[in-house]
């Protein structure tokens, strides 16, 4: 498929979405990344994925099998992740409609942010955010606790839990391939907000540490029945192709 026609398309699921300015207008931009000019430490990883290449100032990957692969942050944008609790993280990213055609959505990824952390040992994420036939390319997550934070059991992180996964973060990955068969997905722009300090809620008192995280005192239950997942491996580069590098 020409990238020409995919431009096109980026450039209409662009414009059909608008920031919510009254959640940023309170906080401050204090990481951002866009691709003008290279990667920016952004790479691949999973199998069956080729790039990325720089297609009108995006990422731009794709995959032609039944394999969930993801967007790697570099270590620079998970520092600044680390001091963020508070703010926000808006991500510009999809996959371009036409090449799903109907096909159905793969199930095999709990996650579609996933954050790596010395904490808790294990990943923390966010799911469900893409739906079927999204045109939407903008998404907005808070970096807040009791939101949409989930351990790998379902528990809702509680603020607590929340602000010590982001400050020992070591890892972010956001899922790229979504559907079985041919996808090409793009990766716009991804910014970290920090709230400024008057809207930061103060850290609670320090109680026992649980064996796993809870979703707050009166209701410790998890959400839904805890979820058997084998470990995920750390993120790695997928095989990168010479002829097409791009700018790190």
Known sequence: MEWKALRLIY???VISCAIDEKDASKQITVYKSTFSSGSKGWFVSGSGVKGPVLVHKSLCANDLGSSVWYWNAPPEFVDFLRSSYGGQLIVRRGFFEINRGGKEQLVD???EYELYCDALG???GISNISQVADFHSEHAASLMGLTDWIHPN???LSEQWMR???STSTAFRIRGGHYHGPEY???AEVTILRALAADIPPTPAAPAVPSTPRRDAVSPTPPHPPLSLPRPDPPRAAHADPSRAIPA
């Open 122 to 124: 294990e990943p923390i």
């Open 185 to 187: 997905a793009y990766l």
């Open 11 to 13: 450039l209409f699921l």
């Open 154 to 156: 379902g528990t809702v």
């Open 164 to 166: 010590r996964a982001l």
């Open 109 to 111: 990824a709990l996650f």
